[in-house]
């Protein structure tokens, strides 16, 4: 089966630091992509890639960048956290071509920014 | 722009009662239609999918059908168990994605069986 971890299950962290999430999929997955889970607002797209280096902005990209250095491995960054950051984080990969549907998502990244 | 409306919750049931989530959609052409499942602590799975108008999509007692007239895809089970206690999404994927087909969610309906 193929894997999406996230490096972190809980975090917390204070205002106006640089905060890190990690993804790695093992299964050669050329899409990736990260969400935030929010009660009443669903998920929505913060960033994805479709290949190594590659980005491209979702719905909500503010206060975040995201990092493709390698195929397996898709990091969100926070430049400085803030409190409305505070969320459910997911991952998740599909191949190229195969989006529809296809998705694994890794069990989440839930940051507290304190 | 496309979206998915989908119930609100949260749904409390009985065990082995009938269950059904309601969802619509709008999107231009003809889109694909999911239904994924959270269960608590845990990150979201693909539990069924239609590709086309008509199609049904089952898995685990779950069913959907894809209707174009009514642009719906409502999620039932016939008879709800404990273990069914989840959060159901409704997704789609437009054609204008192109191959990405990145996905569209609806905000997501709790679940919860009583025994």
């Known amino acids: 089966d193929v894997k999406v971890t996230q490096s972190s299950r809980y975090l917390v962290k204070r205002t106006g630091e640089k905060v890190f999430l990690e993804c790695v999929q093992d299964?050669?997955?050329?899409?990736m992509f990260w969400y935030r889970q929010d009660p009443g607002l669903g998920l929505r797209l913060i960033y994805f890639?479709?290949?190594?280096?590659?980005?491209e902005k979702g719905d909500i990209p503010e206060g975040y960048s995201v990092s493709r250095e390698k195929k397996e491995r898709f990091s969100l960054i926070l430049e400085s956290a803030s409190t409305n950051q505070t969320s459910m984080y997911l991952c998740?990969?599909?191949?190229?071509?195969?989006?529809?549907?296809?998705?694994?998502f890794g069990s989440g990244t839930r940051l507290t920014v304190v | 722009g496309d979206s998915v409306t989908q119930m609100e919750g949260p749904v409390t049931l009985s065990e082995e009662a009938f269950l059904t989530i309601n969802c619509t959609y709008t999107?231009?052409?003809?889109?694909?239609l999911f239904w994924y499942v959270q269960y608590p602590g845990e990150g979201l799975q693909l539990l069924l999918k239609?590709?086309?108008?008509?199609d049904k999509g089952s898995n685990k007692g779950f069913e959907a059908t894809y209707r174009k007239e009514t642009t719906s895809f409502h999620l039932e089970k016939g008879s709800v168990q404990v273990s069914d206690s989840a959060v159901y999404f409704c997704?789609?994927?437009?054609?204008?994605?192109?191959?990405?087909?990145?996905?569209?969610f609806g905000k997501g309906t709790k679940l919860s069986v009583k025994p």
């Open positions: 998740a990969s599909t191949l190229l071509g195969q989006g529809v549907g296809g998705y694994t």
């Open positions: 299964m050669d997955h050329e899409n």
């Open positions: 890639s479709y290949d190594v280096k590659m980005k």
């Open positions: 999107a231009t052409g003809y889109p694909s």
């Open positions: 239609a590709t086309k108008a008509d």
């Open positions: 997704a789609l994927s437009a054609p204008a994605q192109g191959s990405q087909g990145n996905l569209i």
